[in-house]
C-alpha cells in the first residue's frame, strides 16, 4: 500500500480492523462498515463508497476511538463523532500531521500514521506500568 497515490476507504478501514484487533474477520467493505458502527468506531450515519479516498477527518474518529481518546470539552460534547475534533486531537497528541479534516493519505503517509499509532499505544501502557509500579511503592 505504501505506492498508493490515494488510500481508498476500504483499505484504510482494512488497516484499521488489522491495527486494532491483529486481524479483519470482514470479507467486504459493507461489513467492516458494520462491525466498525458497531464498535463505535464511526458514526451511525458514515456514507461513503470503498472506492473513495480516505479522508483524514473520518480516519480519525476511529484512530481516537482505537487510542481511546477522548479529547477536550468539544470533542466530548460529540461523543468523538466529530472528525474535525478527532483530528485537532490527533495533532495535538502527535499522531497526525497538521491537516485538514478533508485532506486523504498516500499510502506511504498512512503506513506513517500506523507507526505513529503503535507509537502511541507504546507510551501509553509505558506510562501505565509505571503509574503501577509507582502505587506499588
Not at 483499505?11 to 486481524?23: P, R, T
Not at 458514515?46 to 479516498?53: G, T, V, Y
Not at 499522531?95 to 478533508?102: I, K, L, Q
Not at 506513517?112 to 509505558?126: I, M, N, P
Amino acid at each position: 500500500m505504501t505506492d498508493r497515490p490515494v488510500v481508498s476507504n476500504d483499505e484504510a478501514f482494512h488497516g484499521l480492523m488489522l491495527f486494532a484487533d491483529g486481524k479483519d474477520d470482514a470479507a467486504e467493505y459493507d461489513a467492516r462498515v458494520i462491525a466498525m458502527k458497531q464498535r463505535g468506531m464511526l458514526p451511525d450515519s458514515f456514507r461513503q463508497p470503498a472506492d473513495a479516498p480516505a479522508r483524514r477527518g473520518v480516519l480519525a474518529v476511529p484512530i481516537a476511538s482505537i487510542l481511546q481518546i477522548r479529547g477536550g470539552l468539544f470533542m466530548r460534547l460529540t461523543a468523538g463523532e466529530s472528525p474535525r475534533y478527532a483530528l485537532r486531537e490527533l495533532v495535538y497528541r502527535g499522531v497526525y500531521p497538521p491537516s485538514s479534516d478533508n485532506q486523504t493519505f498516500t499510502g506511504i503517509e498512512f503506513a506513517g500514521v500506523v507507526g505513529k499509532l503503535e507509537d502511541f499505544q507504546r507510551a501509553a501502557q509505558a506510562r501505565h506500568l509505571a503509574r503501577q509500579e509507582e502505587a506499588r511503592r
